[in-house]
């Protein structure tokens, strides 16, 4: 729809009438909270009166100096800037890869979205029965940092170039939905919207500053001395931004301390720890001290 000035002006009109069906129902239907509180950590945060909640502002401040918060802070904007980076030249790399069919190119890109929602749906499921933040956010950016590789050179084999695309959406997508969650882990009692909230706006100015860089980049290739192949600098911008991420995510270490309540609660009704997930909290909580 959006290949001209008229498909664009179609997909606005549809995007504008969702929204307003949306709203709509949003408006008559939302409730302050559910009926009764989704965890046990919830429940105890709503016992002490940690409702209220300071303004956006003061908010942002209070988290950025939480020990702990900024290694899956600069994870989810790494993820959101690589994501949203290659979804946005994902025609241009296909058309240099050698793809001419505009419906191939078409099924690629959308095969590219399907794989970030199916691998967030799989390694987001893993970490939230096993809680293993670091290790599954380390793994998706190694992982990402390998499947960049391919997209580098100029003439690699099309098959090549569209498993790396699809694998890159697998690995790199589930970066955000998990660190969002680890964020309100190391975070905990602080509003969970809040937290959302901080890391959707830097992710998105990130990416709103990411984007034309990448574009200028895009127009300059990197020599390596006795090969034929050039290496395209925007991919390899994608790549040091990973690679970065990596790094710096390497250093967490923070204690899970929704997790933490919810096993001690769990261990205090049931008598054991055998709970999805406690074991591992329960051990690092204990090393901890």
């Known amino acids: 729809m959006a290949s001209s000035a008229e498909g664009l002006a179609s997909y ?7 929204a ?17 509180p989704p965890s046990e950590s919830a429940a105890a945060r709503a016992a002490r009166g940690d409702d209220d909640v300071d303004n956006f502002l003061v908010t942002a401040r209070k988290l950025l100096a939480t020990p702990g918060f900024l290694p899956p802070l600069i994870a989810f904007v790494a993820s959101i800037g690589v994501s949203n980076v290659v979804s946005a030249f994902i025609e241009e790399t296909l058309k240099e890869a050698g793809f001419l069919s505009q419906g191939t190119i078409d099924v690629v890109g959308a095969g590219f979205q399907a794989a970030i929602v199916i691998g967030g749906i799989v390694l987001g499921g893993l970490v939230d029965r096993t809680k293993q933040y670091k290790q599954v956010t380390l793994f998706c950016f190694a992982g990402s940092v390998l499947l960049l590789l391919p997209l580098v050179p100029s003439d690699m084999p099309k098959p090549l170039v569209v498993v790396s695309l699809l694998g890159l959406g697998a690995l790199i997508g589930p970066v955000q939905p998990i660190n969002a969650e680890l964020a309100v882990e ?3 009692p602080a509003d969970e919207n809040s937290i959302e909230a901080l890391q959707q706006l830097c992710g998105n100015l990130f990416s709103a500053l990411l984007v034309p860089i990448a574009e200028l980049a895009a127009h300059n290739e990197l020599r390596v001395p006795g090969q034929h192949a050039a290496l395209h ?16 995510f390497s250093t967490f270490d923070a204690t899970l301390k929704r997790s933490a309540l919810d096993c001690d609660a769990a261990a205090t009704a049931d008598g054991n720890v055998e709970v ?7 051990v690092d909580d204990r090393d901890n001290k």
């Open 12 to 18: 606005f009109s549809v995007i504008a009438l969702s």
């Open 20 to 36: 307003a069906v949306l709203a709509t129902g949003a408006f008559f239907q939302f409730q302050e909270r559910p009926p009764t």
């Open 186 to 188: 190391v975070a905990y």
């Open 233 to 248: 600098a925007d991919t390899v911008l994608l790549g040091l931004v990973a690679l970065g991420a990596l790094g710096y």
């Open 276 to 282: 999805s997930g406690c074991d591992a909290v329960f």
